[in-house]
């Protein structure tokens, strides 16, 4: 049996309107203190606490004033669970004492929930000192036997490794001088902070195993086979993280050692030889965090090398400046297109490309994208509270 419809006298259907579709739907309404500009979004319990999701970017009506609504088939969870945040754990709500606010709480599936936020967190904080991640030192001079050499290596563990017996995944990263040392020349990711603030929010809880690069050798170690920049050692300190520095990490610290867990990154040069070592090794490494890579050292760069190698699930965290230079997101883009254009390898990867227009070759737009990098490679699809 066909639904009784509205109609007028020229017989023709009557719509609601858009304020009777919204009666019908849960809005938020969020009032706020401070207003900067940065967007506000909604994560929660029915997102998989991911902080930076366009699906719920809330709308602007006014200075401090912000609305989202439901969609119409949106499936409500028993209780919604969720925080306002400007894009990331380094921009969420505080109070206004700048201490980390509880998680709120709606069971409504149709109405009007009245928020409202005293402050947000920029660029990481405050945060607390007690939560910093342990730094340290595995040694001044490891050895590098496929290269004949030596290298300071570092290990950052979570606040409270020595009170806790979990065992955690693990992101190797090149270039250890600039991601937490405040004497860089270049600057710092500030890595060491993030993580503090980010193991408030349930995404802090990793170990990162830094290597420090070879200075005046860097490019030679980070240069992967026959480039414009020469014939690189790539290979060689590849086959070091792989085959003798992870073995030692998993040995000696409590480590989730499978692919699945285990993750390697860097930028520029560093991005570069670390693309190289998820390509080769998927067996190794199941994440991949390379920011601004060095594309333009490889411009037709060929995949037939994966031919011999069986591709296996892996996330890739693709992120470059446009300011970077004139070909550096052109050449992001067309590496990931003809990445995915292998079927073999479209349907084992998934790949997070994430443009920024004003960034540019820098330590700070790098510590920038670094949470949101591990957020979405680590823990975006937790289900638990925040």
């Known amino acids: 049996m066909e639904s009784p419809r509205m109609e007028c006298e020229e017989n023709t259907v009557v719509r609601p309107t858009e304020a009777e579709i919204v009666d019908n739907r849960l809005t938020i309404l969020l009032s706020t203190d401070e207003d900067d500009g940065r967007p506000v979004y909604l994560s929660g319990n029915f997102n998989h606490w991911i902080t930076q999701d366009n699906k719920y970017l809330m709308d602007k009506l006014s200075t401090g004033k912000y609305k989202f609504t439901f969609p119409v088939d949106f499936l409500y969870p028993a209780e919604l669970v969720y925080k306002f945040t400007k894009g990331d754990w380094s921009e969420v709500e505080i109070d206004k004492f700048e201490n980390k606010t509880p998680n709120r709480f709606c069971k409504k599936k149709s109405g009007i929930q009245e928020e409202h936020v005293a402050k947000w967190r920029q660029n990481w904080l405050p945060y607390r000192p007690s939560q910093l991640p342990q730094v340290h030192l595995i040694s001044e001079e490891f050895e590098i036997p496929q290269l004949n050499k030596t290298r300071k290596v570092w290990a950052l563990l979570p606040h409270d490794y020595n009170t806790s017996e979990d065992h955690y995944p693990v992101l190797y990263l090149q270039d250890a001088q600039n991601l937490f040392n405040e004497n860089s020349p270049f600057g710092n990711w500030q890595i060491d902070k993030k993580l503090a603030v980010m193991s408030d929010y349930g995404i802090g809880k990793i170990i990162i195993i830094a290597i420090e690069h070879a200075d005046k050798e860097r490019v030679l170690e980070y240069n992967f086979g026959k480039t414009l920049l020469g014939k690189g050692q790539g290979k060689e300190y590849i086959r070091f993280l792989t085959d003798t520095l992870k073995p030692f990490v998993d040995k000696n610290f409590r480590t989730k050692p499978e692919r699945e867990s285990t993750g390697i990154g860097g930028s520029s040069m560093g991005g570069l030889v670390s693309l190289f070592s998820g390509l080769i090794y998927p067996e190794v490494y199941g994440k991949l965090m390379i920011f601004s890579p060095s594309l333009w050292v490889i411009p037709k760069i060929k995949f037939s090398f994966l031919d ?79």
Do not use: C
């Open 308 to 386: 011999f190698f069986d591709p296996m699930e892996t996330k890739i965290y693709l992120y470059a400046g446009g300011q970077e230079s004139v070909t550096m997101v052109s050449h992001i883009k067309k590496f990931k297109k003809r990445l995915l254009k292998r079927n073999t390898l479209a349907e084992k990867m998934e790949i997070q490309l994430s443009i920024n227009e004003k960034g540019k070759h820098s330590e700070t737009f790098w510590s920038d994208e670094f949470p949101k990098a591990i957020e979405w490679l680590f823990f975006s699809n937790r289900k638990g509270d925040i």
